[in-house]
């Protein structure tokens, strides 16, 4: 059965429509090289493209698969080296956020089991191992982001959605922030995760520390702004419409345009992820 995602809002509301058509979306690699800026198309526009994950490896990505008369969505990987296009999953359920898993080769991902549960399992690179929940009790999970140790921070779907912290184990999860966005992230050099949260109304950039156990707030974002990515330990960029804008945490007032990209999609740029001067990043269809 077919889990369809709500992506222009929160893309971990993962709500069953058999049959229903997922909205397409195109990936698409932007780059500063020796000849220039240059924009490239990843994937064409006749399906569901989401979620890219760029590594040094390639882009893991979420696609729309059909099978017999029903829609789905499996995990794929575009490898640089040989510019293949890999389904990792291709199983009867759906998958979605590939994540590199930081303790076994393999990546870790939300899955929306038959009984319509959302877990977090984990899919090793060996294909002779099979793929595992790794916790059992914590759901329904949307999105998540793996930190130092076995530290991991996650999207729990709610009224309202919550940012949990635990650890491997999934011992006693805790509550961090409410009402949260559905773009998380670790910036490995501070140490923090970051995400975004609605306070009375207005949508604000913030990390959180496990050190400390606190959160800080570092400047308001507009509120059409769904989802970023770190350029480096201290800039992000998202997208407002078709442009790309960065922001320094520690100069938050300054805001600058990165690169307009209405030339390659003239509608909406709604995920972004970026590697060592690499950008993936979807327009919407």
Known sequence: MYRAIIHALVVCCFITHAHAAMPKSQLWLAQEGEN????????DTDAYHNQPLITEKGVYYTKEVLADGQSQTDLFLYRFDDKSHTNLTNTPESEYSPTIFPHQKGISTVVVEQSGEQRLWFYPED???????????IKPVGYHAWGRNEDVILFILGEPHSLQF?????????????DIGRSLAYNAIRDIYSFTYS????????????????????????????????????NLAYAIDNKIFIRNIAAPKSVKLWRNLQDYCDTDITRLSYYNGVLAFVCER
């Open 166 to 178: 635990t650890n491997l184990s999934g011992h006693l999860p805790k509550v961090v922030a409410k």
């Open 36 to 43: 220039g800026f240059s924009v490239q198309p990843l994937t």
């Open 127 to 137: 294909k002779s191992q099979p793929p595992s929940r790794i916790f059992e009790h």
């Open 199 to 234: 306070v009375n109304g207005q949508q604000w950039f913030a990390t959180y520390s496990s050190a400390t156990g606190g959160v800080k707030k570092h400047f308001r974002l507009p509120n059409r702004v769904r989802d970023y990515t770190w350029f480096d330990d201290s």
